[in-house]
């Protein structure tokens, strides 16, 4: 079973600070592009930030630029999503997906919100709030 756990979400006011995980069973996510995404009540999904599959190529939406950083740890299977000065409008649920070696020639591709990633975890929920 093919599965992406994600965990981490929480309260937190804003300035704070979140690490989101998403963790693979099942299989190797060292082979898989990771995208993370969130949407809020209301709006439409949005390509937070991606990771390229070999490359280690990254990418952030403007709106989280120099904010969140995503990472690997392959010993342990997981991606990370570590959320710094966090503002009220980062409020979202927070979704990882993964996609096997994609064949890209850019980052942002991955961060497309309708792109048809392959496994999609069940979301953590974030909220800012003061």
């Known amino acids: 079973q093919l599965q992406l756990v994600e965990s981490g979400g929480g309260l937190v006011q804003p300035g704070g600070s979140l690490r989101l995980s998403c963790a693979a069973s099942g299989f190797t996510l060292e082979y898989y592009a990771i995208g993370w995404f969130r949407q809020a009540p209301g709006k439409e999904r949005e390509g937070v930030s991606c990771?390229?599959?070999?490359?280690?190529?990254?990418y952030y939406a403007d709106s989280v630029k120099g904010r969140f950083t995503i990472s690997r740890d392959n010993a342990k299977n997981t991606v990370y999503l570590q959320m710094n000065s966090l503002k009220l409008e980062d409020t979202a649920v927070y979704y990882c997906?993964?996609?096997?070696?994609?064949?890209?020639?850019?980052?942002?591709?991955?961060?497309?919100?309708?792109?048809?990633?392959?496994?999609w975890g069940q979301g953590t929920q974030v909220t800012v709030s003061s």
């Open positions: 990771v390229s599959a070999s490359t280690g190529y990254t």
């Open positions: 997906a993964a996609e096997y070696h994609p064949f890209i020639t850019t980052a942002q591709a991955l961060c497309v919100p309708d792109r048809e990633y392959d496994i």
